[in-house]
């Protein structure tokens, strides 16, 4: 497909934002949006119900090839309002000369919570911690996931965090902490899952399809794989992650954007911003093509058939910073507490965004 100049006689200028959130925000005050920006899914809902969105789902004749957790996570009031720009998924990344020298091998990856519970603790010592991940909802919740729940049901109507399926999965994480086999990120002085692997601290972390990008760029030596998220008490779990293509309301060129984004969300377009960032995309035919390019994301690619999408409620962002905040006392907290809280904060912004 040609760029759109050639294809369309649009012109395209770039701009970096620097802090897109406030930056758009900004902008949407003033009535003077971009025409085409990046929107994060924390905050979709809030520009979505302020109507700073134009909502050109029923523009996009092949919406069906994008993945469906995406687009019920960029529709609003029964509308899909933007396409999502590409994808991501967390799998187990394994340092695999740490998993060597414990006596592991292939065999031994984790394929249900007490088998990481006995790997994790092998791999501990020596300066090394079994599973280091960062110390937040964006890893942590692939737990609550695997055991059966969730923070709202599937429409995002009701929340259903104060669940026993969601303690457990925090009982689970805790435990973990407690024994010692199991870090946050700051706990090994390191500021994410990948640094903490590349520096040899921990053995294994949870991330995502970014990783690779990373490792590349930092730890270009050290060897690791990928391997699906153990499951838990109700099987399969992962969170996926993508930004979506917003186009403004108040754009005077919403047609011209509209084309634009069906350029940048093409196969080819997708396939081009997998090679160059990491990301997956977000079409299901393209992902055929990406993982028979990058067989050694299979994993990461098999979990967008079941990762869980963001959740994109107007206000949610603070409730979720909240929660954030709560899990980093996991370790010695009620989780029980911890969700109790998180029900109610969550509540009073679904009564907020009705």
């Not at 990046?38 to 994008?66: E, H």
């Not at 047609?255 to 997998?274: H, I, N, P, R, W």
């Not at 999408?309 to 929660?323: E, H, M, N, R, Y």
């Amino acid at each position: 497909m040609p760029p759109p100049r050639t294809r369309t006689g649009n012109s395209v200028t770039v701009e970096v934002a620097k802090d897109m959130n406030q930056q758009l925000a900004q902008s949407f005050a003033g009535h003077k949006p971009p025409d085409v920006f990046y929107v994060n899914s924390d905050q979709f809902a809030n520009y979505a119900k302020g109507g700073s969105l134009y909502p050109y789902g029923d523009r996009i004749s092949d919406a069906a090839d994008f993945s469906e957790q995406l687009r019920t996570s960029f529709s609003y009031d029964g509308k899909l309002v933007c396409l999502p720009k590409d994808a991501s998924t967390l799998g187990l990344a394994i340092n695999t000369d740490l998993w060597k020298k414990a006596g592991l091998t292939e065999k031994d990856y984790p394929k249900s919570w007490e088998e990481l519970r006995t790997v994790a603790d092998k791999l501990t010592g020596n300066g090394v911690t079994g599973l280091v991940t960062s110390d937040e909802f964006q890893r942590l919740g692939v737990f609550m996931k695997q055991a059966g729940g969730w923070l709202t049901d599937p429409d995002q109507q009701k929340m259903t965090a104060d669940t026993a399926e969601n303690a457990k999965g925090l009982d689970f994480v805790q435990s973990l902490l407690k024994s010692g086999s199991m870090k946050f990120a700051k706990q090994v002085d390191t500021s994410w899952g990948g640094e903490a692997l590349g520096k040899g601290k921990a053995a294994m972390t949870i991330e995502g399809n970014w990783l690779e990008g990373g490792m590349k760029l930092d730890y270009p030596d050290v060897k690791y794989a990928i391997a699906p998220l153990p499951e838990g008490p109700a099987g399969k779990g992962t969170l996926a992650f993508s930004n979506c293509w917003g186009v403004a309301a108040d754009s005077a060129h919403r047609d011209a954007g509209v084309d634009l984004v069906k350029y940048l969300t093409s196969a080819k377009q997708q396939l081009a911003f997998a090679d160059a960032f990491g990301v997956m995309p977000s079409r299901t035919s393209a992902l055929k093509t990406y993982a028979e390019k990058q067989p050694a994301a299979k994993a990461w690619v098999d979990g967008s058939a079941y990762a869980q999408g963001p959740v994109t409620i107007a206000g949610f962002d603070k409730v979720l910073s909240q929660f954030n905040t709560d899990l980093q006392s996991l370790r010695t907290a009620d989780p029980k507490k911890i969700l109790a809280d998180l029900q109610r904060n969550g509540e009073q912004a679904i009564a907020k965004g009705n």
